[in-house]
């Protein structure tokens, strides 16, 4: 399966960005990127994915791929979105600002519902 896309308008190319290993200082949130989680009985378990996150000299981030399929579709998007509206401090190479590829995980994890037992019973 194919990595799942959102760009945004101005698609750019993404060996423009430099993965971590060439920065000397990684692109850092300037808040918590909060991925809220989906609410559904359908998706009780645990679920991981591995996203790439692209971002702009500026700290903006530019695009989001979704690299594994192992989240179901409401789960990639809630990521994709908390991430597309997040802002960064951009990474860096001697002290320059550079467009930086991040790989990041997510994890999400659901309890199934809480079954009742008996009626009346604990």
Known sequence: MAAQRS?????EQEDAY???RLLTRAPEPLDP???PS???DALAGRYAG????FID???RV???LVETPALPPEMAQAARDAFMAARFAPGEVDSHAVRAKLRVEVVFEHAPPLQENAPGGA
């Open 33 to 35: 990127v909060l991925v």
């Open 62 to 64: 530019r695009k989001v």
């Open 50 to 53: 591995v996203l790439s996150v």
């Open 57 to 59: 000299e500026t700290g």
């Open 38 to 40: 989906p609410v559904s």
């Open 7 to 11: 760009d945004t308008a101005q698609p």
């Open 18 to 20: 430099l993965p971590r």
